[in-house]
């Protein structure tokens, strides 16, 4: 179960515009902070931090969306890994 949900991740990362996911693999992976992120980005704090929190909404969408297709019509609820996501 928890390879799965790693691949959807992964996955749900790659669908993602390439800075935005750059920002969030900086951030929550490399655990950099924002200052950090924008110097080796060559972009502004306030861009990082837009997409540091933009990011994870459009992340769970993605999951959600990919759940969604792996699942068809047969999956439960449940099954989520963020529970309540479809509500």
Known sequence: MRAA????????LRMLPPRQREVLVLRYWS?????QIAT???????????????????L????VRLDDADAGASGSPDDHPFPGANQ
């Open 40 to 58: 080796t980005l060559g972009v502004s704090e306030g861009s990082v931090k837009s997409a540091a929190s933009r990011g994870p909404h459009r």
């Open 60 to 63: 769970e969408r993605l999951l």
């Open 5 to 12: 949900v790693n691949d959807e991740v992964l996955s749900a």
């Open 31 to 35: 655990d950099r902070s924002e200052r």
